[in-house]
């Protein structure tokens, strides 16, 4: 059974870069039938998606974050992670980690709250 | 950007009653659609992927249908456990996005 495990500071503050890290456990990330991707849902709110990336290191990200947003995959520990610089309070959010395969993503972290905040 | 509108954006029903969402897409995205379900506090789970296809444990109650832009998922008999959020999303274009959810609430 395949389980995401997200990890990072729960408290950034504004200006500064939040960092997240999934761990993959019971599957190798090193497929090329998936895309590994982040998702967030600020508090009240719907699902926004943030990025994905494959195995290759090949991103994709959302246009209204692309500025700030930075996906990497480290395979060697079954791990992919989020930079988003420049936060802001509306940044404000869950955030979770999930496996896309094929139209849908069939597996997800529990998610991590980062609250942006002085 | 491929825009993704669902409606309605909440619903009130009974146990037992037929449910039905609606997924509309800004263009045509075949049948690259998924939808999910997510109760407070939860991380969202899959329910439908490729537009009709049910995925391995969820109930029979469940389905999909539509192709292009246009998509409903539909609950046959409202269960208790299903008073949560639905989500559609949007598998087409490499830069995926969601629908704005459906709450389905007690009535």
């Known amino acids: 059974q395949v389980h995401l495990q997200e990890s990072g500071p729960g408290l950034v503050k504004p200006s500064e870069t939040l960092s997240l890290t999934c761990t993959v456990s019971?599957?190798?990330?090193?497929?090329?039938?998936?895309?590994w991707a982040w998702i967030r849902q600020p508090p009240g709110k719907g699902l926004e998606w943030v990025g994905s990336?494959?195995?290759?290191?090949?991103?994709f990200y959302s246009p209204s974050l692309k500025s700030r947003v930075t996906l990497s995959i480290d395979t060697s520990k079954n791990q992919f992670s989020l930079k988003l610089t420049s936060v802001t309070a509306s940044d404000t959010a869950v955030f979770f980690c999930?496996?896309?395969?094929?139209?849908?993503?069939?597996?997800w972290g529990q998610g991590t709250l980062v609250t942006v905040s002085p | 950007d491929i825009q993704m509108t669902q409606s309605p954006s909440s619903v009130s029903a009974s146990v037992g009653d037929r449910v039905t969402i609606s997924c509309r897409a800004s263009?045509?995205?075949?049948?690259?659609l998924a939808w999910y379900q997510q109760k407070p506090g939860k991380a969202p789970k899959v329910l439908i992927y490729?537009?009709?296809d049910l995925q391995s444990g969820v109930p029979s109650r469940f389905s999909g249908s539509g192709s292009g832009t246009d998509f409903t998922l539909t609950i046959s008999s409202l269960q208790p456990e299903d008073f949560a959020t639905y989500y559609c999303?949007?598998?087409?274009?490499?830069?995926?996005?969601f629908g704005g959810g459906t709450e389905v609430k007690i009535k």
């Open positions: 999930a496996r896309f395969y094929g139209s849908a993503m069939d597996y």
């Open positions: 019971g599957g190798s990330i090193n497929s090329g039938s998936f895309r």
């Open positions: 990336i494959s195995y290759t290191g090949t991103t």
């Open positions: 263009q045509d995205i075949s049948r690259w």
């Open positions: 490729a537009a009709s």
């Open positions: 999303q949007q598998g087409k274009s490499s830069s995926l996005t």
